[in-house]
């Protein structure tokens, strides 16, 4: 099933990025065409996976009827377990099938991704192939521009200097789509090291 949705979803991902490009070139960085091609020919397939899918899903079940002050309360709690031995918010992200899966697609990447995570609904994070700073992306461009623009929602961000692996890389953003229903239900980040993308 994977074989045949692949295609599938690149065609109509290819047709979400020409659309996205033509409202945000003002916004791009200057790896912005290798950033969208790495999207199309990569995440476009990540984004179907079942285990993706299962994963944001499960958690929009949990996490749809929360409010803010609970989103701030666990954002807060995330923060403050990053570097700590007992992490009860964010070892369950990390230690899911789908955190395992993305973890296993930064090591086959050969450096070209330094980091990747997937949100749900509400921009909480679902699934992490390593710690984020926070829990909650619901406040940031990667999450605004990508699901909150609808199933065709992409964001490229600025490139940045990351202190944890000493490299250049600057994040895309796109939305999931369930593939049953159409629906967005979420949102991926990928952080591309820009060195790889030249």
Same mark, same amino acid.
């Given at each position: !099933?994977?074989?045949f949705l692949a295609p *599938?979803?690149?065609?109509?991902?290819? /047709?979400?990025?020409?659309?996205?490009?033509? /409202?945000s070139a003002a916004a791009d960085n200057d790896f912005a065409p290798q950033m969208r091609a790495e999207l199309a020919n990569t995440l476009s397939r990540w984004i179907e996976d079942p285990v993706i899918v299962a994963a944001v =899903?499960?958690?929009n079940a949990k996490t749809a009827g929360y409010d803010q002050a609970k989103i701030d309360a666990l954002d807060a709690a995330w923060?403050?377990?990053? /570097? =700590?031995?007992? +992490? &009860? +918010? *964010?070892? &369950?992200?990390?230690d899911n099938a %789908?955190?395992?899966?993305?973890?296993? =697609?930064?090591a086959a990447s050969d450096g070209r991704i330094i980091e990747v995570?997937? !949100?749900?609904?509400?921009?909480?994070?679902?699934? %992490?192939a390593a710690p984020t700073s926070d829990y909650w992306q619901g406040d940031e461009a990667k999450f605004q521009n990508s699901f909150g623009k609808g199933k065709d929602?992409?964001? *490229?961000?600025?490139?940045?200097?990351?202190?944890?692996?000493q490299t250049y890389l600057a994040q895309i953003s796109s939305t999931i789509t369930d593939p049953e229903s159409g629906t967005p239900i979420g949102a991926i980040t990928i952080g591309l090291n820009t060195e790889a993308l030249q």
């Open positions: !099933m994977k074989n *599938i979803a690149a065609l109509l991902l290819g /047709g979400a990025l020409c659309a996205a490009s033509a /409202g =899903k499960a958690q923060s403050h377990e990053v /570097g =700590k031995e007992d +992490t &009860p +918010t *964010i070892s &369950p992200v990390l %789908a955190s395992r899966f993305l973890r296993d =697609k930064v995570f997937v !949100m749900d609904a509400k921009g909480l994070n679902v699934a %992490a929602g992409v964001d *490229i961000g600025d490139v940045e200097f990351d202190e944890s692996s």
